[in-house]
Nanobody, 119 residues
């Protein structure tokens, strides 16, 4: 069973930066793709972007392009989410999740880490 553990959340002022980490207990076929999601208070969970361990090419939703960067360190089984120019709308619980390549369903989830952006 793959475990994913996020860290790095916290309180930051608008315009600031945070870097989240997602450490995987192992890299497997079923977690070939690591995605980042977020859930704001009172809203549905939203996909933010993903990266594949193998190719390392990230994908982002439009609202975070140019501000967020997803990268991975295969030697450390860690995926990062660097968040810059944070806005109040970026507040929420951030989750990393894993899925197999060629599928759309994320079956492995971390516990989440809180990001709060203040004015």
């Amino acid at each position: 069973q793959v475990q994913l553990v996020e860290s790095g959340g916290g309180l930051v002022q608008a315009g600031g930066s945070l870097r989240l980490s997602c450490v995987a207990s192992q890299r497997t076929f079923n977690t070939a793709i690591i995605g980042w999601f977020r859930q704001a208070p009172g809203k549905e969970r939203e996909f933010v972007g993903h990266i594949a361990w193998a190719l390392g090419i990230p994908y982002y939703i439009d609202s975070v392009k140019g501000r967020f960067t997803i990268s991975r360190d295969n030697a450390k089984n860690t995926v990062y989410l660097q968040m810059n120019s944070l806005t109040l709308e970026d507040t929420g619980v951030y989750y990393c999740a894993g899925r197999a390549g060629g599928t759309q369903e994320y079956n492995y989830w971390g516990q989440g880490t809180q990001v709060t952006v203040s004015s």
